[in-house]
């Protein structure tokens, strides 16, 4: 067995991406930098090759999945969730992802609303954390966390969408978040 189709197997099995230092960690018989290697191929094998399946480095680590593409003829084979998050909670989300590190009360200012309800949901989600206090403004400040990233597939925030793309998909009005991470 090489490294590779090792290193594919693992992915594979699993359903929630697995960080390079794991897979380091539970495979020592392999020098950490031909592990590196080997996922950085499989990467670009999956990327090449046509299928529908690829790998992804997200934030928290390495993820087998389909592509976005084939989303609509999987969604009439799997049994349809309810969403994680409520409008209301992905409006705040994209705020917070495009503006962070931000406050409540920049967040309202934005959304015309109070959004306690949807921050409270986005903390208990682990969507968002608090990352501290504005004492000028005497309010609490909201960054995302790897949950985040992990759930939406992006290796860090600068994958995110252009601000007009992310209004097209849905994400609410983030009009005024240009100085972010775009």
Do not use: W
Not at 123 to 142: H, P, Q
């Amino acid at each position: 067995m090489n490294l590779k189709t090792i290193l594919e197997a693992i992915l594979f099995v699993s359903s929630k991406p697995i960080s390079f230092s794991l897979i380091a960690k539970r495979l020592p018989e392999f020098d950490p930098q031909d592990i590196k290697q080997a996922l950085d191929e499989l990467v670009k094998e999956y990327k090449e090759n046509g299928r529908p399946i690829e790998i992804v480095e997200v934030a928290t680590g390495y993820h087998m999945r389909t592509k976005k593409t084939y989303a609509t003829y999987i969604e009439r084979f799997v049994k349809k969730r309810e969403p994680i998050l409520t409008k209301s909670m992905l409006e705040t989300l994209a705020i917070v992802a495009y503006k962070q590190p931000i406050t409540k009360k920049e967040i309202d200012r934005l959304r015309g609303v109070d959004s306690s309800r949807a921050l409270k949901g986005l903390l208990e989600k682990g969507f968002i954390r608090v990352s501290g206090k504005n004492k000028a403004l005497s309010s609490t400040v909201f960054e995302t966390t790897e949950i985040f990233l992990e759930s939406f597939g992006l290796k860090s925030l600068s994958d995110l969408p252009g601000v007009s793309e992310a209004e097209e998909l849905g994400l609410g009005s983030i009009r005024g978040c240009n100085d972010g991470y775009i």
